[in-house]
Structures are given as structure tokens and as C-alpha cells.
């Protein structure tokens, strides 16, 4: 799924440590288990490149 689909419902604590944590090798067990709720999908327990490109250009502006 599309990160901009999924990060409207993902929870505001894991928007902001992400915002904070950008391009994080890992995402910690709480940060990934909200990403997964909210649909979205990890790789090698991290976003992609086009994920965190949204989120540190976009993701203020949808939520």
C-alpha cells in the first residue's frame, strides 16, 4: 500500500519518531508494529527510500 494511504492512519506517536528518526536503519518494535497496523510494509525493518523521502517532504501536509 501506498505510504500516503497508510500514514493517515497510523498513530501520531510513530508520525513523530519517524519525522525525528529520518532514514532510520531499523525502526523500533513500536514504530513497526504502527506502521503495520496502519497497512503499510517494511523492508529489512525500515522504509524504503520513497517512504522517507514522503515523510520528509510531504507527510506534514496530510496528516
Known amino acids: 500500500m501506498e505510504i500516503h494511504l497508510w500514514w ?24 513497526a508494529a504502527a506502521v503495520l497496523a496502519a497497512g503499510g510494509e517494511m523492508a529489512n525493518g ?5 517512504e522517507w523521502d514522503f515523510i520528509e517532504t510531504q507527510s506534514e501536509f496530510v496528516d
Do not use: I, S
Open 8 to 31: 493517515l492512519e497510523l498513530d501520531m506517536g510513530a508520525k513523530e519518531w519517524l519525522r525525528e528518526n529520518a532514514d532510520a536503519d531499523v525502526l523500533p518494535d513500536h514504530v
Open 46 to 50: 525500515t522504509l524504503t527510500r520513497r
